[in-house]
T-cell receptor, first 118, second 120 residues
Framework: AQTVTQSQPEMSVQEAETVTLSCTYD???????LFWYKQPPSRQMILVIR??????QNATENRFSVNFQKAAKSFSLKISDSQLGDAAMYFC???????????????FGKGTKLSVKP | DARVTQTPRHKVTEMGQEVTMRCQPI?????VFWYRQTMMQGLELLAY????????DSGMPKDRFSAEMPDATLATLKIQPSEPRDSAVYFC??????????????????FGPGTRLTVL
C-alpha cells in the first residue's frame, strides 16, 4: 500500500522569505501523480501544484515549485517570497496512474502547518 | 465559476440520529469522492463513484454509512445511527476521468468546502 509522510508538523517563515516543506512517499508503482494541496482556515482544499512522475522536470506555479526526486521518493514544496496569505495547512498527496482500472483516490500525508510572520 | 457545493456546512446532532450530507459536483464531472478529515487520521477516502456507480467504498463503515448518487448532480453520504466518533469534516470532491493514450485517471480533484459534523 502506498503511504505519504510529512515529517514537519509545523513550519514557520518570515514574510518575503523562502520555505521548503518536505514530503516522502512509499510506492512500488513507477507511474503516478503527486500533489500539494493548501488548506487555509476556511477548510477549503486548494490545489497548489501537481507533478507527474514520468516527467523529470520539476513543476512550478508562480512562487511555488517542487523538488521531485523519484529515486529517493521525495517531493518537497518550495514557497518563495512568502506572503501572509500562504499561512495554511499544506498536504502532500499521491495518486496512482491506472491503466484502465478504477482507483483514482488521493492518499494524503498528515499535513504541515505553515505560519508566516510579518 | 464552477465549484463543488456541499450542504450543510455545519451540522450538530445527537448520538443515534441520522445525518445526511449532500454534494453537488461540478457539472460534467464523472467522478465523485467522499473524504473524511479528523485530527487523528487526517484525510481518508470513504467512497467514490464514477458515472454514478460506486467503485470503492472500502473506507466506509458499512453498518452505519451509506453513499449514493441519485443522479449526476447529487451525491449523498448518510450516517445512521451517528456516533460521537463520526465527528469530523466530510469533504466531497469531483473530477473528470480522462483517457490519454494508455494513461487513465482523474488528474485533478476539486474539493467542496466540507461539512463539519459534530455528534454529541
Amino acid at each position: 500500500a502506498q503511504t505519504v509522510t510529512q515529517s514537519q508538523p509545523e513550519m514557520s517563515v518570515q514574510e518575503a522569505e523562502t520555505v521548503t516543506l518536505s514530503c516522502t512517499y512509499d510506492t512500488s508503482e513507477s507511474d503516478y501523480y503527486l500533489f500539494w494541496y493548501k488548506q487555509p482556515p476556511s477548510r477549503q482544499m486548494i490545489l497548489v501544484i501537481r507533478q507527474e512522475a514520468y516527467k523529470q522536470q520539476n513543476a512550478t506555479e508562480n512562487r511555488f515549485s517542487v523538488n521531485f526526486q523519484k529515486a529517493a521518493k521525495s517531493f518537497s514544496l518550495k514557497i518563495s517570497d512568502s506572503q501572509l496569505g500562504d499561512a495554511a495547512m499544506y498536504f502532500c498527496a499521491y495518486r496512482r496512474t491506472i491503466y484502465g482500472g478504477s482507483q483514482g483516490n488521493l492518499i494524503f500525508g498528515k499535513g504541515t502547518k505553515l505560519s508566516v510572520k510579518p | 465559476d464552477a465549484r463543488v457545493t456541499q450542504t450543510p456546512r455545519h451540522k450538530v446532532t445527537e448520538m443515534g440520529q441520522e445525518v445526511t450530507m449532500r454534494c453537488q459536483p461540478i457539472l460534467g464531472h464523472n467522478t465523485v469522492f467522499w473524504y473524511r478529515q479528523t485530527m487523528m487520521q487526517g484525510l481518508e477516502l470513504l467512497a467514490y463513484f464514477r458515472n454514478r456507480a460506486p467503485l470503492d467504498d472500502s473506507g466506509m463503515p458499512k453498518d452505519r454509512f451509506s453513499a449514493e448518487m441519485p443522479d449526476a448532480t447529487l451525491a449523498t453520504l448518510k450516517i445512521q445511527p451517528s456516533e460521537p466518533r463520526d465527528s469530523a469534516v466530510y469533504f466531497c470532491a469531483s473530477g473528470l476521468r480522462r483517457d490519454r493514450g494508455l494513461r487513465y485517471g482523474v488528474n485533478e480533484q476539486f474539493f467542496g468546502p466540507g461539512t463539519r459534523l459534530t455528534v454529541l
